[in-house]
């Protein structure tokens, strides 16, 4: 794959990737999330990425809105525990209209303290919202329950309280102190030539005064094996078990990934979507998760059953980790589980909105973006033996935690 990459003096990066096609895609990551906040500022990082939305130096809110969306075009923006990302989606006629704006509203947003007081109510709903999601909420909850009074562990939106505290002076503060130059990449996958994308790059992020916000310094997060159950008004029973996982660097997360897959992955012959709904039919939503971040990471499973087969489904699950943990996969049930890896990175390649993100999010984190062909080396490279591995470490019962909402 033929990349640009190239970085300013105020250190900021960028990734191209040049492909044929209408529509283009580019954006900005910042490694900057809700784990970089203080306790006052629970919620902050996720509040600031709505108020980029709401006026810059030379636009309204209104402005910003339309400046895509009239050409058909959609800006668009997240907030994760780790980064923050705004991003674009137009035709490719319109990239220079596309990087501008972004330019725009990341540095010369002015969060008018009229628009902070509406913005607050809209997240609080989208608070209340999540409440009303049990099976979004429950991912939440475990994460505060593995990394108890600990930032990471706090849910990326805030609570009511925190977010009614929020003030003009407050998110210049968190932007400040969080928000470096050298720890942001623009990533972009569309039909432009590198000379004309370095062009606009550079014209619109040159200038951007280098922002010397602390870095991030890797964590020991502490973790102590617990079980809770807590009384919901819901007509299912959730549940989620896991332990904690490997970082993004560590050599093992290739494996983890692999692991995950095969327990409860995207696919419909994951072993627990077997075991639990095509055998059994006793659960409609069932998946493990495993998410790495940069010094620590988290496995997970999770399902919602009825309340008589609670127990039952957590005895399945716990089967399905043990023979995990006791026996090795078999040549061809690691071929298939290699191959079947392969495919869903070679899908998520051809969309390119994603591989735009991943590829800004790789150059952001390891400063490097592997191939696709580099990607399926180390698939292979990963062992039966490496798996039953990983599978003792973290799937040994005496690890894991449990949260369930009765």
């Known amino acids: 794959m033929d990349l640009l990459i190239n970085t300013l ?32 500022e629970h919620g902050i990082a996720h509040f600031i990425e709505h108020m980029l939305f709401k006026g810059t130096k030379k636009r309204k809110a209104y402005h910003i809105l339309s400046r895509l969306e009239d050409v058909g075009g959609e800006l668009n923006a997240y907030t994760t525990k780790e980064e923050t990302a705004i991003h ?5 006629q319109d990239y220079e209209r596309a990087i501008e704006l972004i330019s725009d509203i ?34 939440d909850d475990f994460e ?47 039909n432009i030539s590198d000379e004309k994308i370095l062009k606009l790059f550079k014209t619109h992020f040159e200038n951007i005064v280098t922002e010397k916000g602390v870095e991030r310094t890797n964590k020991t997060w502490l973790y102590k094996p617990a079980s ?62 495993y998410n790495p971040y940069c010094d620590t990471g988290i496995f997970s499973i999770y399902f919602g059953t009825d309340s008589q087969y609670l127990n ?9 980790l043990k023979k995990l943990r006791t026996s090795k996969l078999g040549t061809i049930q690691l071929s298939k589980a290699k191959s079947q890896i392969k495919g869903y990175l070679a899908r998520g390649y051809e969309n390119h909105e994603s591989l735009m993100l ?23 490279a990963v062992t039966s033996s490496g798996l039953l591995d990983i599978a003792n ?14």
């Open 9 to 40: 003096n105020n250190g900021i990066r960028l990734v191209h990737h040049r492909i044929p096609g209408l529509v283009a895609h580019c954006g900005l990551i910042i490694n900057t999330g809700s784990r970089d906040e203080t306790g006052h």
């Open 88 to 92: 674009a989606s137009f035709l490719k």
């Open 106 to 139: 990341t540095f010369n947003s002015v969060f008018p303290e009229k628009e902070i007081e509406k913005e607050k109510d809209v997240v609080i709903e989208e608070i209340n919202s999540y409440l009303d999601n049990p099976s979004e909420l429950i991912f």
């Open 144 to 190: 505060e329950l593995i990394f108890s009074n600990q930032p990471i562990g706090r849910n990326i939106l805030g609570t009511p309280d925190s977010v009614k505290s929020f003030s003009q002076n407050k998110i210049y503060d968190f932007i400040s102190n969080n928000y470096n130059t050298r720890q942001m990449v623009f990533c972009s996958v569309g």
């Open 228 to 289: 809770v159950t807590k009384k919901m008004d819901t007509y299912q029973n959730h549940c989620i078990m896991g332990n904690l996982a490997y970082d993004l660097k560590d050599k093992r997360r290739m494996g983890m990934f692999l692991l995950n897959n095969i327990l409860g992955g995207q696919g419909l012959n994951s072993r627990l979507n077997l075991s639990l709904r095509e055998k059994n039919g006793l659960a409609y939503n069932v998946e493990s998760s």
């Open 312 to 320: 039952k489904s957590i005895s399945i699950a716990m089967t399905e």
């Open 358 to 380: 991943s590829l800004g999010k790789s150059l952001l984190i390891f400063n490097k973006i592997d191939s696709i062909e580099d990607l399926c080396k180390k698939i292979d």
């Open 393 to 406: 470490d973290v799937f040994e019962p005496s690890k894991m935690s449990t949260l369930i909402y009765k």
